[in-house]
């Protein structure tokens, strides 16, 4: 994540309904390449809903070089 709220342990801020924030997982390898998905997601009153409805499989998520 790139700015607050952080979403991790200690961070203090409270996550209401209505709100969007990021999800941004990544692996790095070191002296290879990097790669990172970003969704957004909504929170709900009962939990959330994800906004980014691109495919997640591997061969989507792959560019041929």
């Known amino acids: 994540m ?12 409270l996550l209401e ?7 941004e997982p990544g ?3 070191p002296g290879h390449a990097g790669y990172r998905i970003s969704d957004s997601m909504l ?9 980014t409805s691109f495919p997640r499989s591997l061969e989507d998520c792959t ?3």
Do not use: Q, R
């Open 43 to 51: 929170v709900t009153a009962s939990g959330s809903e994800p906004l």
């Open 17 to 23: 309904a209505g709100m969007i924030v990021s999800n």
């Open 2 to 13: 790139h700015e607050p709220p952080w979403l991790e342990d200690g961070d203090p801020t």
């Open 27 to 29: 692996i790095y390898i």
């Open 63 to 65: 560019i041929p070089v």
